[in-house]
């Protein structure tokens, strides 16, 4: 098989597919499932005045919707599936958005259920407890909605907000659509004139190439391309933000961020103290740039070269299957009950491995265990992809040992936590290769890597949370996202991150075109938060043993059970507190310590 040719989707051999068959027999019975759940929308309005009337109604109230999460999720993530395997293919893009249709119809006809619960008085809602046991369990999620009184409007302004939720998701979707299904490159050439293919997919593995001519040529031709759409994704990006900034005013917050944080109970302070944090530690962040182009040799070190080796002699070749191996080998550490949920999920077909034409670029875990969770690969053999590999079955994992030991109503985690688990994987599997290796060149080709891993993690998603800040306030303050506003806006902030020994070329200005994430609404900064709490995490575990495996598997069946500065703390992180941010910055100054050392030696 010829892997450096992008394969259609029909010559992906069925083992690098994932068996979507798991949740469907087919196509037609996920139609069959769509329409049995048209009467639902009537079902949930049935209840409307209600809820209040006594214990037994709110409980089957709370029950039903149980139910129906469970159908709607495995509706849509079936469809969504489909989708992102071909996203050119209309017939799975007509699916995704019937989902997304029932689920926006279920979520306007239980409008009601919000503004209701949040006025049964207190001293009655104690009686249900008594009255109906059953209801402690959802007690939690009772309270998390009572927390949020404040912002919770009338049953008519619920429905109209809900009935919006498919308009509001337009942005995401354009954006979606054009760049995986309607962007297409030129090819690029590298040192020899050889050409090679570009897509979403191979823009970042060229760029890794020690070919200087390809990489510059990559990078040029990548941003000169979607360059030419500038104006059409900053228009996209502004009415995401528009959409934001509407939602924050309907539902009387302050801010975009206060109400997309608020929604996970994090406080505003955890992400204004990571900024702060990074800013101060950016002298690092220099010290490492200036040792990248010291290595490389280079009289200019330019945004092209970022991704480059700079430790030579050595290619890490990580076929699948090899990957799989060498990532349930280092996590074995997290106990054989662990190792055979993974081991199952690498063979029974849980992961769609390869690119194809078409297929979303990137990777993702779907988050649903229905019956298990699925993953999206885009594989391409490199050590990087390994991580990969890791991090999104640390996703998986994750997501399936919540919704094993939490009811359903608790099942689901926030997105503050949902990067703890996928990057505690990555830093296990990095301790494990640097452990089984005394080889000077492999040491520094790994310790090259995680440093890439911070940067990218903490430093880079950083950059784009402050950034992702700025579009929100630009926003709220009226003004226009323009391409030339963002470009500007970028470029100053990317020279500010990496220095003065850094030539900020002027096509990185471009760089906020490329990143979906600015869509998902205040996402980014968790990964960088994400990324200290596994360091954390990670260390315990390979210092004290047993107890901290212990500890780390209360959090990861936690769900929502808690808030998540509390799961945390059950796996021994207090993000509350500066001291795991400042750790991993510590950690990332003693690395490129080492790198200097080796590199001198």
Not at 388 to 415: D, F, R
Request: aromatic residues 10%.
């Amino acid at each position: 098989m010829d892997k450096d040719r992008i394969w259609t989707r029909e010559e992906v051999p069925e083992e690098y597919t994932w068996r979507l068959e798991d949740m469907y027999d087919g196509d037609e019975a996920w139609m069959q499932e769509f329409e049995a759940l048209q009467g639902i929308p009537a079902q949930v309005a049935s209840f409307r005045g209600r809820l209040a009337e006594s214990a037994e109604t709110l409980l089957e109230y709370l029950r039903l919707e149980d139910g129906i999460s469970v159908r709607l999720s495995k509706l849509h993530c079936y469809a969504n599936c489909k989708g992102d395997q071909d996203t050119g293919n209309s017939r799975y893009q007509d699916m995704r958005g019937k989902a997304m249709s029932i689920i926006v119809a279920v979520s306007s006809a239980g409008a009601f259920a919000s503004p209701e619960i949040m006025a049964i008085e207190e001293d009655r809602l104690n009686l249900f407890y008594v009255a109906q046991p059953a209801l402690e369990e959802y007690r939690r999620v009772l309270e998390k909605l009572r927390r949020r009184a404040a912002h919770i409007l009338s049953p008519a302004e619920e429905k109209l907000l809900s009935a919006m939720e498919e308009a509001a998701d337009g942005p995401s979707r354009i954006y979606s659509m054009f760049h995986n299904a309607d962007l297409r490159f030129p090819t690029v050439r590298d040192a020899d004139g050889k050409e090679h293919t570009l897509t979403g997919g191979s823009f970042v593995p060229l760029l890794e190439s020690s070919d200087r001519v390809l990489r510059e040529n990559t990078f040029r031709t990548y941003y000169e391309q979607l360059g030419s759409f500038r104006n059409t994704v900053a228009a996209t990006l502004d009415a995401h933000f528009k959409t934001l900034v509407f939602n924050a005013k309907a539902r009387k917050y302050d801010n975009t961020l206060q109400a997309a944080l608020d929604a996970t109970e994090v406080p505003e302070e955890v992400y204004h103290n990571l900024i702060a944090a990074v800013h101060a530690n950016l002298d690092t962040m220099y010290r490492y740039v200036a040792l990248r182009k010291k290595l490389l040799g280079v009289d200019e070190l330019h945004m092209y070269d970022v991704y480059a080796p700079i430790v030579g002699g050595l290619q890490w070749k990580a076929p699948i299957d090899e990957a799989k191996k060498t990532v349930l080998e280092a996590l074995a550490v997290l106990g054989k009950d662990y190792t055979d949920v993974l081991r199952e999920g690498f063979e029974n077909r849980w992961i769609d491995v390869y690119e194809n034409r078409g297929k979303r670029g990137g990777a993702y875990s779907t988050g649903t265990s229905l019956p298990h969770p699925y993953v999206l690969l885009n594989h391409k053999d490199t050590l990087d992809n390994m991580f990969t590999l890791a991090h999104e079955m640390g996703h998986a994992l994750h997501s399936y040992h919540s919704q094993k030991y939490q009811p359903v109503c608790t099942s689901h985690y926030v997105i503050f936590v949902a990067e703890v688990a996928s990057t505690c994987n990555e830093v296990l599997l990095m301790r494990y290769l640097l452990g089984r290796t005394t080889d000077k060149t492999q040491r520094a080709f790994l310790i090259n890597h995680f440093l890439d891993k911070f940067k990218g993690t903490v430093f880079r998603q950083t950059m784009f949370a402050e950034f992702e800040l700025e579009m929100g306030r630009m926003a709220e303050r009226g003004e226009t996202l323009t391409a030339e506003a963002l470009c500007t806006k970028y470029k100053a902030l990317n020279e500010k991150y990496f220095g003065p020994e850094m030539i900020s070329d002027e096509e990185i200005g471009l760089e906020w075109s490329r990143i979906p994430h600015f869509f998902y609404n205040y996402y980014v900064f968790q990964y960088a938060t994400g990324f200290s709490a596994a360091v954390a995490i990670a260390e315990r575990i390979l210092t004290l043993g047993e107890p901290a495996v212990k500890d780390y598997k209360r959090f990861l069946s936690g769900g929502g059970s808690t808030d998540p500065i509390s799961l945390l703390k059950i796996a021994g992180v207090d993000m509350s507190s500066p001291e795991p941010v400042n750790a991993a910055l510590k950690l990332f100054g003693e690395l490129v310590d080492e790198m200097e050392k080796l590199r001198e030696e």
